[in-house]
């Protein structure tokens, strides 16, 4: 095992960062596509709110794989793209799913008579969205979207089988060459573990840093008050 850390460190490292930057960009595309479809479930309009529940019924049915493969040749089918972004792509629209119940949840979790509030003061809808309702919201939804972060690390894996040179593409090649399966992925674990940990530890400090916030600012009503 020693050995395969020495002779793939390199190219490790370099899908590593691949991993990385798939990760980011797919959950950024995710991010967009869950806000969209989060407004489209708590909106009044019914149309908008059933249009979100076959989409999320849709992607929750279905394995990853199965989504995978099915957006990355459909997407490649109508549009010249290259593997990382349609990897990026459908990885994307798979999160988006679960991201636009994880701000439905907190954007319904915030107390309406905020919003009922904001609408009084002569603010629009959109307005009070976005100045009230979302800021709260998403530090609440920060614990599930630091998960979300993972299982979305994690699921990357699978753009091996669309050929984007990420961890696990890596590892099916070096343990083709090496004929050393067993050490090959138990290293490559390694890689994601550590990259698991890593995040863990960033988004438990980043939610830490919004209570404290939080806290902060309220200790200030307070001796105002």
């Known amino acids: 095992m020693t050995s395969i850390f020495q002779t793939h460190a390199i190219e490790f490292l370099k899908a590593t960062l691949v991993t990385v930057e798939l990760t980011i960009v797919s959950l950024i595309i995710a991010t967009i596509i869950g806000l969209v479809f989060a407004f489209f479930k708590v909106s009044n309009i019914k149309v908008l709110g059933k249009i979100a529940d076959f989409y999320i019924f ?3 049915g279905m394995p990853l794989i199965v989504q995978l493969m099915f957006l990355y040749y459909g997407i490649s089918s109508i549009f010249i793209l290259s593997d990382f972004t349609a990897g990026a792509l459908a990885l994307g629209i798979h ?3 679960y991201i636009a119940e994880i701000f439905r949840g907190a954007i319904q979790s915030i107390d309406r008579g905020q919003m009922e509030a904001a609408r009084s ?3 629009t809808y959109m307005k009070s969205m976005r100045r009230i309702i979302l800021p709260q919201a998403f530090k609440r939804a920060i614990p599930a979207l630091g998960n979300q972060f993972i299982i979305g ?3 990357s894996s699978l753009v091996a ?3 984007v040179s990420e961890l696990f593409n890596h590892a099916l090649s070096a343990q083709a060459a090496n004929y050393m399966p067993f050490e090959t992925y138990f290293v490559v674990g390694i890689y994601y573990l550590i990259l698991v940990l890593f995040f863990t530890i960033l988004f438990n400090k980043l939610e830490k840093k919004l209570d404290n916030g939080g806290k902060k600012k309220n200790d200030k ?4 008050a």
């Open 121 to 123: 003061l002569g603010m």
């Open 58 to 60: 849709i992607i929750r």
């Open 161 to 163: 089988y669309i050929a």
């Open 153 to 155: 690390l994690k699921d």
């Open 95 to 97: 999160s988006g799913a």
């Open 221 to 224: 009503i307070e001796e105002f």
